[in-house]
């Protein structure tokens, strides 16, 4: 993250003098630079990528599902940093991913050369046993 902030910092700073530079020469070059500066501080902020997730196997880190709209997912490879995707939204891929949020042990995701998501996870905790009610220890009053 450390190389994309610098990056985008020299980014802006060359673009910046660009600008002082050919300010008196030509009107057109301010709203180019700030087209340009705005891209260039999008790829630093945070925000999710909207391209699909280079094919691998992926530990989902957080999921935000927004019905019928898309879902985030912070996905971090096997190696390399975690990013964010703006993943498209289904309603198969939404049932898929929540039901490997539930099992509460870790999430996997497996992406595919067709930019298909895969999530896996430990099914959710259940027990049929019949629970039986705690008993106090002490019973203080009457």
Known sequence: MAITIA????????????????????????????AATAL??????????????????????????VVDQYIDAMLKPEVGEAMTYRLPYSASQANALQAAKDGGNGIGATVGTDGGVAYD????????????AEQPQLNVGG
């Open 7 to 34: 990056s985008t910092w020299l980014a802006l700073a060359l673009l910046l003098c660009t600008y002082a530079w050919f300010a008196y020469r030509t009107p057109y070059v301010l709203p180019a630079l700030a």
């Open 40 to 65: 260039c501080m999008y790829t630093a902020t945070g925000t999710p990528r909207l391209t699909a997730p280079p094919a691998g196997h992926y530990q989902v880190l957080g999921a935000d599902i």
């Open 121 to 132: 996870g430990d099914p959710p905790v259940s027990d049929t046993e019949q629970k039986q």
